[in-house]
């Protein structure tokens, strides 16, 4: 799964982070209004932001 991340464009990276951000919202909403069935979507979904940001971090240190 990070192979994935990695092969992927910094715009893409943008992109993805903030659908990302967008999917973890709306199941807090869901969780909220008791209609999200499978909690695990939250781990998931916070698992995939957290590997973005480290991937876009690693970018960033190595130019400088």
């Known amino acids: ?3 994935e991340i990695r092969g992927i464009s910094d715009d893409q990276l943008v992109e993805e982070l903030d659908n990302s ?3 973890l919202q709306n199941l807090r909403f869901r969780l909220a209004t008791k209609q ?7 781990r998931t979904t ?3 932001i ?3 940001l480290t991937v876009m971090r690693a970018r960033e240190l190595t130019r400088g």
């Not at 999200?36 to 939250?42: A, H, P, V, Y």
């Open 1 to 3: 799964k990070i192979q």
């Open 21 to 23: 951000y967008r999917s």
């Open 36 to 42: 999200l069935t499978n909690t695990s979507e939250l």
């Open 46 to 48: 916070k698992k995939v």
């Open 50 to 52: 957290a590997r973005l």
